[in-house]
């Protein structure tokens, strides 16, 4: 319970104007959600014996990793919706922009 309170900053990030503020919810988005993988581990290993406990840890991380897969796209879409991310660079990011920001070899300031 105390780890779903401590992660409702995520729902805010859509809404922030700083770009570093939102870089700082993510980051402790991030270490929350371990909160929720180590609290499943805890709670499943007191109730099975130490026998099963890598075969229990190994079934929540992989159930938690198949979640995370599932849900990302819905989060991608969430935040490509968002006019914190236009603000950055003035283009939408997604994976067309990443890859022609990584080939773009041109020196700064060249038009050509």
Not at 22 to 48: D, E, K
């Amino acid at each position: 319970m105390l780890v779903s309170v401590i992660s409702l900053p995520l729902a805010v990030v859509p809404r922030v104007d700083s770009f570093a503020l939102a870089m700082a919810l993510l980051f402790f988005a991030m270490f929350v959600a371990a909160g929720f993988i180590i609290g499943s581990l805890a709670y499943g290993n007191t109730y099975s014996s130490v026998k099963h406990a890598g075969l229990i840890a190994g079934l929540g991380a992989g159930s938690w990793s198949a979640l995370v897969a599932v849900v990302i796209p819905g989060f991608g879409r969430l935040f490509r919706l968002a006019p914190i991310w236009r603000g950055v660079s003035g283009r939408k990011p997604g994976p067309r922009r990443w890859l022609s920001d990584l080939l773009d070899t041109k020196p700064e300031g060249s038009r050509n």
